[in-house]
């Protein structure tokens, strides 16, 4: 659902804000989206943190977690005003303006924006934040998830609304501000009384282990910034190098690739309490269900996806932004094959990050970062946008085999082994993408033979990966796909497994 909401809210909103704004007003308002996150990432970096330290301790330590959260939740707060503070002056004497490039024109209410989503950010996620993590042990994940689609859905409808009827930067992001904080202060009220049946308010404050939980987290924020620097921060190098209008449509075309993201994290994010769990047990056949039900996402969904999109993006993405951004197919290609990347990867993610391997993780993320921004200042000017989505591809692989290889140490140090055959399996997927998207490129007037050639390779890498896995990794798959047929068909499907069981 959040998939649907977002991909039905950019296919509506970015058409309108391109009728309604200029290219400047536009790349200003992706700029405060990017810059708040960026700015923020210690208050989230303490948020996962304390998110993985619930997990780890186990709903079977009430007490420990109630003593560990009501205390993060005042550093929480501290911590938030003190970062306000800073956006605050570094804000108001212009110096984030003179950062990114934003013309004198655009200055003022770029600014405003960015203050008043920062401070909408204090009064709301610092608070709904921590709430959601911590009652994720006790079984409460779908309520968050759910609220999440609930707020796509009522924060894109308040900004586009406002876009539509004529409001500037300003009062758009004013109107954007406000749903959200009316959407997050009825779920703080909400997961609040939870937390308290919960027994989860506790009021013992120890101030002292809560500011060093923070400064153990610091390092997770260092990671943190890198990845955000990696991912949305490309727009701040290239806007200097390749102007305002390349890295808008950079920006847009990588607007598909985000919603992959999100696909990503919409399995992977429910996963986390249970595969925390299984490796706690050291329980090897649900580890590898779990990782399996990323990689089926990866090998049935993804990858078909980002071939048809390719294949229907030449013709689709000039109407879809009205004549104003050309579309680059080597672009899209690159960018789609980071994201596959990305996904890949996901499973040894979940291990070091699950369980706060944080030195690796910096140490990942900084490689990264360096391969992805070292390649954007060697390739842009030899080869423009294209250069930065070649760069990005780049950080990825090196990020992957980094994660698999630290994975798989944790996993041998605790027993366990990395599925080195269903990991092998599934990254044909990403070949086959590659070699597809590409063909379509190449050989335009047999476009459709290539997506058909393309789509038939994936079905054959799909059936192999499926004969590798484990019983229990395939009964979870089916549960899970299950879930998304009609009740009629369920029914019959349970007869059919019964009879022949």
């Not at 701040?236 to 950079?250: C, D, E, H």
Request: with cysteine; charged share 10%; aromatic share 10%.
């Amino acid at each position: 659902m959040r998939i649907a909401v977002t991909i039905f809210s950019q296919i509506i909103a970015v058409p309108i804000y391109l009728h309604y704004w200029s290219i400047e007003t536009y790349g200003a308002w992706i700029l405060v989206q990017s810059i708040v996150s960026f700015l923020t990432i210690f208050d989230i970096a303490h948020h996962n943190y304390l998110g993985n330290e619930f997990l780890k301790t186990g709903r079977q330590n009430r007490s420990e977690i109630a003593a560990m959260f009501s205390t993060g939740m005042l550093v929480a707060f501290i911590v938030s005003i003190f970062t306000f503070t800073i956006i605050c002056i570094l804000a108001l004497s212009g110096t984030i303006s003179q950062w990114v490039g934003i013309s004198a024109a655009t200055a003022q209410p770029f600014e405003i924006a960015l203050l008043l989503t920062c401070g909408t950010w204090v009064l709301t996620i610092t608070f709904t934040g921590l709430l959601g993590r911590v009652l994720n042990p006790f079984g409460y994940f779908p309520l968050s998830a759910w609220s999440g689609v609930l707020f796509a859905i009522i924060s894109t409808a308040a900004s586009v609304a406002a876009v539509y009827f004529g409001a500037g930067l300003v009062a758009t992001t004013i109107a954007t501000c406000v749903a959200t904080f009316i959407c997050h202060s009825m779920l703080a009220v909400i997961l609040f009384r939870i937390a308290r049946q919960e027994k989860l308010i506790s009021a013992k404050f120890e101030m002292a282990r809560g500011f060093s939980r923070f400064h153990a987290s610091l390092a997770l924020g260092v990671q943190s910034g890198l990845e955000i620097l990696r991912q949305q921060g490309v727009r701040f190098i290239l806007l200097p190098l390749s102007g305002m209008g390349q890295m808008i449509a950079f920006a847009t075309m990588r607007t598909g690739a985000n919603l992959a993201l999100q696909g990503v994290g919409t399995i992977t994010a429910p996963l986390m309490p249970e595969l925390m769990a299984f490796l706690v047990n050291r329980d090897q056949p649900r580890t590898e269900s779990a990782f399996s039900v990323i990689w089926l996402m990866l090998c049935v969904v993804l990858v078909p996806a980002v071939l048809v999109v390719q294949y229907l993006a030449p013709t689709l993405f000039p109407i879809w932004t009205q004549g104003k951004i050309e579309f680059d197919p080597v672009l899209f290609a690159l960018l789609s094959l980071a994201v596959l990347v990305y996904a890949l990867a996901q499973p040894a993610i979940a291990v070091v990050n699950g369980n706060n391997l944080i030195r690796e993780q910096v140490a990942i993320s900084t490689f990264a970062t360096v391969i992805t921004v070292g390649g954007i200042y060697l390739l842009v000017p030899l080869m423009g946008v294209r250069g930065a989505a070649l760069a990005l591809l780049t950080g990825e692989v090196g990020t992957l085999l980094l994660y698999v290889h630290t994975a798989k140490k944790w996993l041998t140090g605790v027993g366990m082994r990395w599925p080195t055959s269903a990991f092998a399996t599934a990254s044909l997927s990403l070949v086959v993408a590659g070699l597809g998207m590409f063909s379509i490129i190449f050989f335009q007037s047999h476009a459709g033979l290539c997506l058909m050639l393309a789509l038939v390779a994936q079905v054959l890498v799909l059936i192999s990966y499926w004969s590798q896995l484990p019983l229990i990794a395939r009964e979870a798959a089916t549960t899970q796909a299950v879930r998304f047929l009609p009740q009629l068909l369920r029914k019959r499907l349970d007869k059919t497994v019964g009879s022949t069981s």
